[in-house]
Structures are given as structure tokens and as C-alpha cells.
């Protein structure tokens, strides 16, 4: 591109301003309802620990004519002309993956965290072959192989919990996998609030001759930032979503460390070609090129200092939440957190998840239920709630503010009449007074880009 052109006008930029003027002009309705979600954003007190809050920078990416180039396979390699930039974008992605967690190989192209955790299992198992991973009421994640998902249904899926403690129960981990010699063993979780030691999963994996899934998706963030051992050297395969702790777009990734040229089963490729072959054209069509520019842009942010600054404060924030609860009599479960997740079992005090969630909410407060081990209650109801800090870490929450969200939580529950597993009963003046507290809170902790 001639340099000239940028210097008159930016097109990205013109691009993203005539697209918005357009969208007000011609579609009010449609542009009102996203102006509604943003603000909506802004104004509630998010602690949902899957989500977190992608820099502008990195939506304007996504919302780039990169959307625009059709093509498949790989830089260097595609099956159409015209991919000369995108093919510049996509390694520039590829290089900060693998400088980001330290990896040899990485595959930006993988749509969701699912469908890398799909793409996986699927390069390297046949039907019916023996999976081993987390139960899903335990906080294993559905493509783990719970019943309700392909993982369960394509593969003879066997599952481990937790001990009496809360914590991943090793031993039994290792008793499982030498019963029944899974080829392929995933570990990371979607609800646990520990750190997973991979170390000891690859010593189990090697036991029994199995492959090691790490499912970084929740705690990638934190790996990124070294506040948590990392899985690269010791899985042989590690997955993560995207729009969670890394702040990026919807999507996935694949990377490997030391296995990386390891060989595949047949002998002839090494494993990252399989993982190569397995995302395109084996799972995938063609690569999402604005969602892989926005992911280079995210990986970018992620190696900065500022990014671990703001890792130790999801850390941080996550202890003092989980103390606060702890201390107004909310059971936590393991007693507190290593993470960004606190997870605390309301049933204990005799209200469900969807009732504790929903009250929440009716005050600006965003949070969701989970079924917690040993619990009785249906998904829909639950007998948990989980938090996460990465949204309160990003508005800058120190701890005075942390301690205020827990004492609005707390007001909420102890305020709320049980009618059944769904439905509450909320005295307004408690919620009005929790609805200003909440808005007086994202006024003075402002989501970055609404500063
Ligand atoms: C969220 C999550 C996923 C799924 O990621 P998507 O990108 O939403 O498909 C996979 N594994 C774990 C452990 C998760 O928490």
C-alpha cells in the first residue's frame, strides 16, 4: 500500500466511521439495540468468569475488510489469489501465540475453544476410542466428554471428579487411566478455582500410553502472565478460547510445545502436522481472517506489562471476593481461590443458583449459576454460583471496591424470599438501593474504553 494513502486519510479508520453512520441512518432500530448492549455493558457489574471485555482496539479488527477475503489452508499455501496481506496478519497472529505462552507451534484458524477441543480429539482418535476427563458437574467443560456432546458420543467417554476436598483427586485420576487406558486424557476445567498441577497429568498420561489435552480456555490469561504453571511443555496439545482471560475474539486456538514434532500415530507426519491437517481441511472450511487479525491484536496486548499487571490483579481481586463472601457466611468452595474464579455453594444457605443469579441480576449484577459437586439440582437450577474478576480486574477494582461488590451480593441474598428453585421475592427498596450502589460502582471503576 502506498504510504501516501495513510498519511491523507486512514482507510481502516473510514472505513469503521461511514459504517457506523450508515448502520444509524438506514437500520435505527438495529444500531439502537447495540448502542442499548453497549451501554448496558457499561452500566451493570459483570462477574461472570468466562467473559471479560475485548479492547476497542481489538473489536475494530474484527470489524475490518479482512471479513472480506475468502480463502482457505494456509499462509503461503491458500487456495485462492489475492492473500498476499491476510497471509502477513495470520503469521503475525501465529508468532504471538507462540511468543505469548512460550509454544513452538500454534493454529490461530480454530473458530471457538469447542471446536479446537473437537478438531483435537478428532485428529488423533477413532469412534469408540476411550477418553478420560473431567465430569462436567465437577467443572469439566461439555466437550470433555459429557454425554450431552459429540466428545461423549463419538468416543467411549470416562470421567473424574473431585475428592471430599474440592480438589482434582490425583490418584484416582491415575487409578481411572490404568483401568481403563484412555488414548486420550483432558484435563482444565470451566469451575475450579485451583491450580491444575499438568505436570502430574502428562507423569499419568505417559503411564498408560495416552495423549494430554489441556484445555487452558478459563486460565489462559494467568498462564500467559506465568501466574499459573504452564501446560505447553507438559500436554501434548493445549486449547484455549479467545474472549475469555486473553480479552480477544471469539475463537480458538491450538498450541504444542515440546511434542510439537513429535511423531503421529501412523508414523509418517509429526503431531503438529496432524493438528494442522485437522483444523483445515479436515474440521474447517474457511479462516475467519478479521477474527484472526483481532486475535494478533489481543496477543499483542497480552505480552505487554500492563497485561500483568493486570493478571495479578484478577488474582488478587479473586482472593479478596472469595474472603469477603467467606467472612458474610457464603460457603466457598476449597475454602478460597488460586484464579480469577471463587465459587460459592448458596445452596448451603437454602437458595438455588437460579435464584441467587436472578435476584442478582434484577440489581445490575451479572453473575451465573453452576451446579457444584455433590449437588442435587438440575443445570437449569443449580445449587452454585460462579464469579470471575477478569471484567472488575479491567475496570481497575482495588480492594475497597471488591469488598463493596461482596457486600452488595451479600445484601441481595440475605434480602431475597425463596418462592421455589426459580422464583424470589425482593423487597424494592433493597433493590433500588443495590441499583444505585452498582451504578455509583461502574462510575468510579469506568470500563476502559468508556473512559
Ligand atoms: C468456555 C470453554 C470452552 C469453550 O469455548 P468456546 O470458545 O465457547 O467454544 C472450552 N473449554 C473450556 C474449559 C471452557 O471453559
Redesign the pocket.
Known sequence: MDVRTLTVEDPVARHARDGVARLRKQDPELHRLLAREQNRQHETLAMIA?ASAADASVLACEGTTTNNVTTEGYPGRRYHAGCAVVDEIERMAIERAKAAFGARYANVQPH??????QLVMAALLKPGDTILGMELSAG?????GSAANFSGRYFRSVSYGLGADGLIDYAEVSRLARQHRPRMIIC???AYPRRIDFARFRRIADEVGAYLLA????IAGLVAAGLHPSPIDAAHFT?T????QLYGP???LVLMGRDADAPAPDGRRTLSALVQHAVFPYFQGTPRLNGIAAKARALGIVATPEFRTLATRIVRTAGTLAAELASRGWPILTGGTDNHMVLADVGARGLTGAVAERALESCGIIVNRNRIPGDGKPAQVGGGVRFGTNLLALRGMDESAIVECAALVDRVWTSLVVVDDVEFVLDDAVRSEVRAAVADLCRRYPLPDAA
Open positions: 468466562s471457538s475453544g469447542s471446536t479446537a477441543n469439566g467443560h461439555l466437550t470433555h482444565g476445567a470451566s484445555d487452558i480456555s478459563h486449547t478460547s479467545t474472549y475469555k471469539r475463537g480458538g
